[in-house]
């Protein structure tokens, strides 16, 4: 059911279980130290437990049923990363072409090892190497707040989809529904990121370590006593009461993501609508709860 690339790689990598077609990244809606940080930040978090592939992945997919996701479907992730949602949605579709600029398809080799229905590929949103109106179902999640021009790359994520398919995404929201200590805790943060994203590799890295610990777990750890004594109602109030059901591991991982990357943006959720709709989507749905905000649309026939 796959198809065939409709140009020449420049290079193949040959893992141990699959190969990678390398294609050039090179392109102006793309940010190479963004995708550096994050080759480096897969390359370290590429663990992910099949039980908490499941359970975040149920979160996010909340609103793809199976008229959306059938086992014909032929699909692509764009900005894949580790693979980890790429395995979930293998699970509930024909064939996923697994699409990533950065080292991370190192780690998606090694993730996916055992997942036949995948193909990997090294390219960029404007580089993807399959011709447009190719797939049933295109992906991208958590992927086009870090390309400079958000809404040009979602057209060249949508222009690969068929008439008829869907385009799902998720994109980091403004905080506009959250009181006001969210935007205050997220401009600090802001300020400890541009510091810590401009470090070295190593030092980088084991730093995010130290920012999980002290200003991730402090809160987590409170909504966790909450939780624990009943007070289930006050703790999902929390700022980061999401990780509050997560392992160490994924906030370490979310942590790295958030003081590791050099640029990222928020949106409305009205943004994110008419950022879909500019891009030839309808019917578009905005999942009602976290993570903020996901949402699938439409390509008319
Ligand atoms: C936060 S990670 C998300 C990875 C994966 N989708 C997930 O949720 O686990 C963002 C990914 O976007 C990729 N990326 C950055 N710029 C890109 C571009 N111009 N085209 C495609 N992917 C890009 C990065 O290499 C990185 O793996």
């Known amino acids: 059911m796959k198809s065939a690339y409709n140009k020449n790689p420049v290079e193949i990598i040959r893992g141990k279980h699959k190969k990678i077609s390398v294609f050039s990244t090179e392109g102006n809606n793309i940010d190479p130290i963004v995708v550096k940080g994050f080759g480096d930040e897969w390359l370290k978090f590429k663990d992910f437990s099949d039980a908490e592939i499941a359970q975040i992945s149920a ?8 008229n959306i996701l059938t086992p014909s479907t032929y699909a692509v992730d764009i900005g894949c990363g580790s693979g ?8 509930r579709v024909g064939f996923v072409e697994a699409i990533d600029p950065s080292n991370a398809v190192i780690s998606a080799e090694h993730l996916l090892k055992e997942v036949e229905n995948v193909r990997i590929t090294k390219a960029s949103v404007e580089t993807i190497p399959f011709d447009d109106e190719t797939f049933d179902f295109a992906m991208s999640v958590g992927v086009l707040h870090h ?3 958000t809404q040009k790359a979602m057209v060249d994520c949508v222009k690969k989809v068929k008439k008829g398919g869907y385009f799902f995404t998720y994109l980091y929201y403004n905080f506009e529904t959250r009181p006001a200590i969210y935007k205050t805790m997220y401009f600090v943060t802001n300020g400890i990121r541009n510091v810590v994203s401009k470090m070295p590799s190593s030092l980088k890295k084991f730093s ?33 009461s999401e990780y509050q059901a ?16 050099t640029f990222d943006q928020r949106f409305s959720k009205e943004e994110v609508i008419t950022m879909m709709k500019k891009s030839g989507l309808e019917n578009i749905v905005v999942s009602p709860i976290s993570p903020f905000y996901h949402a699938v649309g439409r390509k008319p026939f």
């Open 59 to 66: 979160e996010y997919f909340d609103i793809l049923d199976d």
């Open 84 to 91: 980890r949602w790429t395995k979930a949605l293998s699970r």
């Open 147 to 149: 390309i400079p021009d």
């Open 208 to 240: 995010c370590d130290i920012l999980a610990i002290t200003t991730y777990m402090p809160v987590i750890g409170l909504g966790r006593i909450m939780n624990a004594i009943g007070l289930k109602k006050a703790a999902l109030k929390l700022p980061l």
């Open 246 to 261: 997560r392992s160490f591991f994924v906030i370490r991982n979310d942590a790295m993501d958030r003081y590791g990357t």
